[in-house]
């Protein structure tokens, strides 16, 4: 199909449910400082245990492809290191990506592990990136990274990056962290590509692979049946500049029409607006005698979460936790019978990982009852019209924007004014199941 780089998902050579030592007849041997000068197709002999690595690069060579894929590594370590594990070895969830050579570029080793009790993490954060003739430079994380400064936000950050592979074995979870919802704000938050592979896997709640841009996204979401799907699309490159994301989003737009092409059923959406917001988020004004809705707590993402419901057909609501405040307008055009609420979380999460998260979040609620408030949703028909608006204490924030039977769409507007950062959107493509600025206060870990 033409394709000039194929990326593959995190454990999808070896698969899971391995202790330390049942996986290691599986792991090859990489220098981790080999990168760039080996060809392991071409000088198989150079190292033992290196097996896959060779296949690998000979995938490439033969198919003139650069290649991404995840692989058990291990590497030999001394006693006087204060760090070598008792078995004598490193055991790393390794990232290889090979040109179309099949010459070893990059090597990353995952630095967040996600209950990887077969792997170590590596002594210092790795900051991978290669080179392409076709679209520059790529950089390289894996899964749980995606949620940390260290390396993945650096990495960007640090060395300019505009486009980023990243294989995955992402275990959803709804309303704020499913793959393709968060991997697309991703996008949208940095203003980069992402090629995303993920595990198809149903029964562990792995599915959502996608190749996102800035305002348009090609994915690949199936919860029903188990045959997994290559998602292959055309996109433009997003250049290295220094420019705001406003004016390259804009070029981004104008290039759109021309060279975005895809090879999957994934037919290309409207026409985006993305642009600074002309009229400034209107404080929330208080009503006269007006009786404002109940503030009640429901747990959401295993944080308490303070809600406000989402009533009538149209409203200010404020809620407030910690520093953080936000804000809706609404309206909707059909009242439905389906609970909506705001919620507000301002704190540290500690549930499968330890984080700061400032969470501003308009969600469907899964029944009529506040107590369901949080609870997982995949579909819904409430269609509104919203301004989203917090005063968030976090540069990175990613603009969560889901809709019914785990779909993307995208704000009409987006960004910072007068110190709060805003989304707003005039009614989404289905029913509405979450509009939420997620933020992460990276210092507060």
Same mark, same amino acid.
């Given at each position: 199909?033409?394709?000039?780089?194929?990326?593959?998902?995190?454990?999808?050579?070896?698969?899971?449910?391995?202790?330390?030592?049942?996986?290691?007849?599986?792991?090859?041997?990489?220098?981790?400082?080999?990168?760039?000068?080996?060809?392991?197709?071409?000088?198989?002999?150079?190292?033992?245990?290196?097996?896959?690595?060779?296949?690998?690069?000979?995938?490439?060579?033969?198919?003139?492809?650069?290649?991404?894929?995840?692989?058990?590594?291990?590497?030999?370590?001394?006693?006087?290191?204060?760090?070598?594990?008792?078995?004598?070895?490193?055991?790393?969830?390794?990232?290889?990506?090979?040109?179309?050579?099949?010459?070893?570029?990059?090597?990353?080793?995952?630095?967040?592990?996600?209950?990887?009790?077969?792997?170590?993490?590596?002594?210092?954060?790795?900051?991978?990136?290669?080179?392409?003739?076709?679209?520059?430079?790529?950089?390289?994380?894996?899964?749980?990274?995606?949620?940390?400064?260290?390396?993945?936000?650096?990495?960007?950050?640090?060395?300019?990056?505009?486009?980023?592979?990243?294989?995955?074995?992402?275990?959803?979870?709804?309303?704020?962290?499913?793959?393709?919802?968060?991997?697309?704000?991703?996008?949208?938050?940095?203003?980069?590509?992402?090629?995303?592979?993920?595990?198809?896997?149903?029964?562990?709640?792995?599915?959502?692979?996608?190749?996102?841009?800035?305002?348009?996204?090609?994915?690949?979401?199936?919860?029903?049946?188990?045959?997994?799907?290559?998602?292959?699309?055309?996109?433009?490159?997003?250049?290295?500049?220094? &420019?705001? !994301?406003?004016? %390259?989003?804009?070029? /981004?737009?104008?290039?759109?029409?021309?060279?975005?092409? =895809? @090879?999957?059923?994934?037919?290309?959406?409207?026409?985006?607006?993305?642009?600074?917001?002309?009229?400034?988020?209107?404080?929330?004004?208080? &009503?006269? !005698?007006?009786? %404002?809705?109940?503030? /009640?707590?429901?747990?959401?993402?295993?944080?308490?979460? =303070? @809600?406000?419901?989402?009533?009538?057909?149209?409203?200010?609501?404020?809620?407030?936790?910690?520093?953080?405040?936000?804000?809706?307008?609404?309206?909707?055009?059909?009242?439905?019978?389906?609970?909506?609420?705001?919620?507000?979380?301002?704190?540290?999460? =500690?549930?499968?990982?330890?984080?700061?998260?400032?969470?501003?979040?308009?969600?469907?609620?899964?029944?009529?009852?506040?107590?369901?408030?949080?609870?997982?949703?995949?579909?819904?028909?409430?269609?509104?019209?919203?301004?989203?608006?917090?005063?968030?204490? =976090?540069?990175?924030?990613?603009?969560?924007?889901?809709?019914?039977?785990?779909?993307?769409?995208?704000?009409?507007?987006?960004?910072?004014?007068?110190?709060?950062?805003?989304?707003?959107?005039?009614?989404?493509?289905?029913?509405?199941?979450?509009?939420?600025?997620?933020?992460?206060?990276?210092?507060?870990?």
């Amino acid at each position: 199909q033409g394709a000039q780089i194929i990326v593959f998902p995190e454990d999808g050579i070896h698969g899971f449910n391995f202790t330390r030592s049942s996986i290691y007849p599986f792991l090859d041997f990489v220098l981790h400082s080999h990168s760039g000068k080996w060809n392991p197709c071409r000088e198989p002999y150079l190292f033992n245990d290196t097996e896959v690595v060779q296949r690998l690069s000979c995938m490439a060579l033969k198919n003139k492809i650069f290649l991404v894929a995840n692989l058990g590594t291990k590497q030999p370590c001394e006693c006087t290191d204060p760090r070598c594990p008792a078995d004598g070895r490193y055991q790393f969830n390794t990232n290889l990506a090979f040109d179309a050579d099949g010459t070893l570029l990059a090597t990353y080793r995952k630095h967040n592990l996600y209950f990887e009790y077969a792997f170590d993490t590596p002594p210092e954060p790795d900051y991978a990136f290669f080179d392409t003739p076709f679209a520059g430079k790529f950089g390289m994380f894996t899964c749980f990274d995606i949620l940390f400064f260290e390396p993945a936000v650096n990495l960007i950050r640090q060395y300019n990056l505009k486009q980023i592979v990243y294989p995955t074995a992402w275990m959803n979870q709804l309303p704020l962290l499913s793959a393709v919802e968060f991997q697309q704000a991703f996008a949208t938050a940095f203003n980069i590509n992402i090629l995303a592979a993920n595990i198809h896997h149903p029964t562990l709640g792995m599915t959502g692979s996608g190749i996102y841009t800035p305002v348009k996204s090609f994915i690949y979401h199936n919860m029903e049946s188990y045959g997994g799907k290559l998602i292959v699309a055309e996109i433009p490159v997003i250049a290295t500049d220094y &420019k705001s !994301n406003l004016e %390259s989003n804009e070029r /981004f737009r104008e290039n759109l029409h021309d060279s975005c092409r =895809t @090879f999957t059923s994934t037919s290309l959406d409207d026409e985006v607006c993305f642009e600074e917001q002309e009229e400034t988020p209107s404080r929330v004004s208080e &009503k006269g !005698n007006e009786q %404002s809705p109940p503030s /009640f707590y429901a747990e959401m993402m295993y944080d308490n979460f =303070t @809600f406000v419901p989402v009533w009538g057909e149209k409203g200010e609501l404020q809620v407030c936790a910690n520093t953080l405040c936000c804000y809706l307008n609404y309206q909707r055009a059909v009242l439905t019978d389906e609970l909506y609420a705001l919620g507000v979380f301002d704190g540290l999460h =500690t549930v499968h990982g330890t984080y700061y998260v400032q969470a501003c979040a308009l969600v469907k609620c899964g029944g009529l009852s506040f107590s369901t408030c949080g609870q997982e949703v995949t579909d819904a028909t409430g269609l509104i019209d919203f301004q989203l608006w917090g005063n968030m204490s =976090t540069p990175y924030i990613f603009p969560l924007l889901l809709t019914s039977g785990i779909t993307l769409d995208f704000a009409d507007h987006l960004g910072w004014k007068n110190n709060h950062y805003f989304m707003s959107k005039n009614r989404t493509s289905s029913g509405l199941l979450t509009a939420a600025l997620y933020g992460r206060w990276y210092e507060k870990d």
